[in-house]
């Protein structure tokens, strides 16, 4: 059985498409069978897994406009995952899914063809809550939220909610929300402690530890495209480990997932 994993969240920065690539490569270090999707036209994760999305053949356009199949697309990457890259061309797949009937279930049928080669699919949403976003969210068993821990992170996560509830009422009624993910936390300060208890009282939802700290690493592996767990002492990288084996235990035990409690 694939479990497909979305992050979403429709502003941009917060870390989505980090934690897919950061996930995804601490889920294979425990041995998963990952592939991860792209579904962003900026291409960003495409990109920090080494491939430039200029320079390909064929995407996930290509697959949701119907022209290939996903096998057809799939890369390997360096970090032990397989990938499903976006390209520019991504930003009018939205237009020719719009003219189509079950356009939201367009991800979900193509993933249904790789027959469980996966254990876990990750998919990287677009800052938006478009047709894209609502594809990733239909096609998705799980939705994971970043949450940068700013003042204001929380203008947003209302309507990211009624999305999610939309989904399940419509499209996808088993979609689980997993809950928020702190990312960028500082420690050393309280307010992004503050800013956690906030959301987590305002929304009534749960906010996952543990929180990803903000680590000079990451901007830096982001630019130079070494590998996302690159320096393994890297606090930004142990965390994503915890996480991945928190949500290891839970999908494959029922163990629930450790939440971040504030004072
Ligand atoms: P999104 O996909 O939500 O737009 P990104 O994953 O692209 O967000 O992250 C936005 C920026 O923040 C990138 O430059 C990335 O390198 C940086 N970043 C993400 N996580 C961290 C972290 N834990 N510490 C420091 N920088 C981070
Ligand atoms: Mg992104």
Not at 36 to 60: I, K, M, W, Y
Not at 63 to 88: H, K, M, N, W, Y
Not at 141 to 155: F, I, K, N, S, W
Request: hydrophobic share 45%; glycine share 8%.
């Amino acid at each position: 059985m694939t479990t497909v994993l979305a992050v979403a969240n429709q502003k941009g920065g917060v870390a989505k498409t980090t934690t897919v690539a950061s996930l995804g490569a601490a889920l294979a270090g425990l041995g998963r069978k990952v592939l991860v999707v792209d579904l962003d036209p900026q291409g960003c994760l495409t990109f920090s897994l080494g491939h430039n999305p200029d320079r390909l053949e064929a995407s996930v356009h290509d697959v949701l406009t119907g022209q290939l199949p996903l096998r057809d697309v799939v890369l390997d990457t360096d970090e032990g995952f397989a990938l499903v890259p976006a390209t520019i061309d991504l930003a009018g797949a939205e237009a020719v899914l719009l003219m189509r009937p079950g356009r939201e279930f367009t991800l979900k049928r193509a993933l249904a063809t790789l027959d469980d080669d996966y254990d876990v699919v990750l998919v990287d949403c677009p800052p938006s809550l478009g047709v894209l976003t609502l594809n990733g969210l239909t096609a998705a068993d799980a939705v994971l939220v970043p949450l940068q821990c700013e003042t204001l992170a929380h203008r947003g996560v209302g309507q990211l909610l009624r999305t999610v509830t939309e989904v399940q009422q419509i499209t996808n009624p088993d979609l689980a929300l997993l809950g928020a993910l702190p990312t960028l936390y500082d420690a050393r300060t309280t307010h992004s402690r503050d800013v956690l208890s906030d959301v987590a009282d305002r929304y009534d939802l749960p906010v996952l530890a543990p929180p990803i700290p903000r680590t000079v690493r990451f901007a830096e592996a982001s630019a130079s495209g070494a590998t996302v767990l690159a320096g393994r002492g890297n606090k930004g990288a142990q965390a994503y480990r915890e996480l991945a084996g928190n949500l290891v235990a839970h999908w494959d035990e029922g163990a629930e997932l450790r939440t971040f409690v504030t004072e």
